[in-house]
């Protein structure tokens, strides 16, 4: 029988954020909370999903000036959820855990402060022929991740923006089952740019979707 996820907490948090634990003795890039995120007008947003959990109250805003990711967009965060900018996610030194196919990290959102396993991961995509829509740089995000299947994308909207989103699985070597995520890409004059909600397992997973439905809806390209 395969133990809680409750139980298996320890093991989980040893794992540790993308970019700030490595089993290895070489450090990663720095990964840094920058200025504290600027308030945001309550508002509200509820996931599509059926049985997910309700909406999710924004706190704060990110990716705008002054905030703690420099982005191409911006997005309300939910309460709780504490942003932190990547610091040199093009060093070659590290490309396995800031690049995913055409797409690098450029800020995670933590869910643990809100109760949740998981993160909010904003990555960019440069401008090229291969990857010139976001449907392009989403389809070629997903499929270099390893363990990844059965996705399924659609056109959606991101605030007042096209988007293309996607639900898939992926196979958890810690809990060898797998598990949903979902990311969405819009297009920007810098290239597209990719938010994506991962999760320890399923039900983390589905209980971090009100947070990233607050980013898709109130989502704006700067």
């Given at each position: ?20 634990g490595c089993a290895g003795p070489e450090p ?87 109760g949740h396993l998981g993160f909010l991961r ?101």
């Amino acid at each position: 029988m395969r133990l809680p996820i409750r139980l298996l907490l320890p093991a989980l948090l040893a794992a540790g954020p993308l970019l700030t634990g490595c089993a290895g003795p070489e450090p990663l890039p720095e990964v840094t909370p920058g200025p504290r995120p600027t308030a945001a007008k309550p508002t509200t947003a509820r996931p599509s999903d059926a049985g997910a959990p309700g909406a999710a109250v924004a706190a704060a805003s990110l990716g705008g000036p002054g905030t703690a990711c420099a982005l191409p967009v911006s997005f309300s965060l939910a309460q709780a959820w504490e942003p932190k900018a990547v610091r040199n996610p093009e060093d070659p030194e590290f490309a396995a855990l800031t690049r995913q196919g055409p797409a690098t990290v450029r800020c995670e959102v933590d869910a643990k402060p809100a109760g949740h396993l998981g993160f909010l991961r904003v990555w960019t995509v440069e401008k090229s022929a291969a990857h010139s829509s976001a449907r392009a740089a989403l389809e070629a995000f997903v499929k270099a991740e390893k363990g990844s299947s059965g996705a399924s994308y659609r056109e959606t909207t991101a605030g007042g923006a096209p988007a293309v989103e996607v639900t898939y699985t992926v196979r958890s070597e810690l809990l060898d089952e797998e598990k949903e995520e979902r990311a969405l890409a819009v297009a920007t004059p810098k290239g597209a740019v990719v938010v994506h909600l991962g999760g320890t397992d399923t039900e983390e997973h589905r209980a971090m979707v009100p947070a990233y439905e607050l980013a898709r809806t109130t989502l704006k390209v700067l």
